[in-house]
């Protein structure tokens, strides 16, 4: 018995409205680093689909950044706890920990040898500090000067040493060292300063903020040398990055923009990005021939320099935690929804994706089914869509409940709904029937065996079997469970129900009489367990949990299973489908999609 994680299909960067977030690239320019809650994203440049995954921060982590050795990631994250871990082993090795602010940690930087590590954000009086990366001591000097959070800070590359911030006092700070001492405070900028960074051959700085303006200076004295634009967006500039050869910058803008500055002649090239909020570009980074944008949506564009009205790519996926998945009947694609309301269709083969476009839900996705080459979804907002598998778009087909869905399920003709008062049922696109319910339902399978029947899990601990026959239920028995159930599904052959609950239970019924098989009731888990799914075989049965762990079990041998442990590293595993016998597909709170090969 063994299991293997086969592929990882990362989250996009966590975003926020008004906030910057930091990318960095590795020193071979190969991988891109962010972060999404408190995870580290490690992403492939040339096949985003590539990706790993660093969990062990135990908040929101802000920002990483690769050593210029390579050997190393720096993370820091809400609590303005640092840690240092290796890039060389699949398990990425702890090297430090330590806390050098009292705030949060919004940008770090590397000295060129890889030695010390300078961090700035937030904190008691104290905004920024530099340390030994082996040690953590303190390197000699003081790097006062702001009188609130730094939100930014670069190192130059080149001796002699030199250190520069920006702050929310609207300052830049300039620093020389070791030991680091103030020498000049520079107030060009009339609101926040939001990045601040230094070309890779050390001879300038460029600093950018929320007035729009883009200043250049001298990177060894400090001096201006030179404004780009008057100014050089129409909205607020959220990060700035040098190109290889030190004689460019990237700009990225809350003006849904893009530029490319000529530092010599202050000539630009524009990318527009939009014309949603969604647009508006929060992060940016130039590596090699790659120059990389991140829009509000958390969607990564790759720019085209040749040509500007016409990103090289755009990589979409998910930001926030993923609630339901679905395969298609062919296995060739797999749709995801998000707490945002946000679908996704996944290339099973490849990894790459595409966002479901017209107008979904806008909020919270609690069910998503494949019927009748149509893929449907249900809302919070009390609707059941449809979306056109072929278009990747919404239909316009909107289906009104009257209730909150929790979940719905595909029957002979239409879709079967369980909302929190009553199970609806829809013909044609229309609510035909309703049976009424004094208990709040939460999960519902069909069973194709003639006269559909229908399991529905509820919060009274209770599983609700249902004869469906046109668009009557009757209620043909109840089945105990000691917690609310969480999660039904009946197995393709359709001679079994599994069923999960709170109480950490994963129970096999038989048919038709819904009798325990082997008289067994799975309970390894530690937590709520959240979803099951069946192998298409139906011996197999994989479940979910909130203590982020997978167990695939055995119909065959009930005494035996194979625990995946931590999963979805602190994260909770929200769905599961399998593809064919021996591979399942997992979804997590993470955001991330995980696929693994099991042998039992």
Known sequence: MSYNNVSIWACLPRTQRGQPIVLNVDPKGKKLLYANNNSVIIRDIANPAVADVYTEHSVQVNVAQYSPSGFYICSGDQH???????????????????????????????????????????????????????????????????????????????????????????KCAFFEGPPFTFKCTKTDHTKFLQTVRYSPDGEHFATGGFDGKIFIYDGKEGELKKELGSPAHKGGIYAVSWSPDSKKLLSASGDKSCKIWDVESGEATEFQMGTDVEDQQVSCIWSGDNLISVGLSGFITYLDPSNPSKPKKIIKGHSKPITRVALTADLSSLYTAAVDGTVTVWDVKTGENERVGGKGHGNHVSGLIMKDNLI????????????????????????????????????????????????????????????????????????????????????????????????????KTTLQHLGAVTDVAYSPDTRYLVACDSNRKVIVYSLPGYELVNKIEWGFHNARVNCVAWSPNSRL????????????????????????????????????????????????????????????
């Not at 104290?126 to 040690?135: E, R, W």
């Not at 079990?553 to 769905?575: E, R």
């Open 80 to 170: 303005g706890k640092v840690r240092i871990w290796d890039t060389v082993n699949p398990e990425h090795l702890l090297k430090a920990e330590y806390q050098p602010l009292g705030g949060g940690i919004r940008d770090l930087c590397w000295s060129h040898d890889s030695q010390r590590i300078c961090v700035a954000g937030e904190g008691r009086g104290k905004y920024a500090h530099v340390f030994m990366m082996d040690t953590g001591a303190s390197v000699k000097g003081d790097l006062s000067g702001h009188q609130k959070a730094i939100n930014s800070v670069s190192w130059k590359p080149t001796r002699p040493f030199r250190i520069v911030t920006g702050s929310e006092d609207n």
């Open 376 to 475: 449907y979804t249900a809302g919070i907002d009390d609707t059941i869509k449809a979306i056109d598998p072929v278009e990747h778009a919404y239909t316009g087909t909107s289906i009104s409940l009257g209730s909150q869905p929790k979940q719905i399920a595909s029957v002979e003709g239409g879709i079967i709904a369980v909302t929190t008062k009553e199970i609806c049922i829809i013909r044609d696109d229309k609510k035909v029937g309703s049976f009424p319910i004094s208990w709040d339902g939460l999960c519902i399978a069909a069973c194709g065996m003639g006269n559909d029947e229908i399991a529905v899990g509820g919060a009274d601990n209770l599983i609700h079997i249902f004869t469906l026959k046109d668009n009557t239920l009757t209620e």
């Open 541 to 600: 049965v994989a479940s979910g949990s909130l203590d982020t762990m997978i167990i695939i079990w055995s119909i065959s041998q009930p005494s035996k299973h194979i625990i995946i442990k931590n999963s979805h590293p602190q994260a909770q595993v929200t769905g599961l489908v399998w593809l064919n016998d021996k591979r399942v597909v997992s979804t997590g709170h993470d955001g991330i999609v995980k696929m693994w090969d099991v042998e039992f």
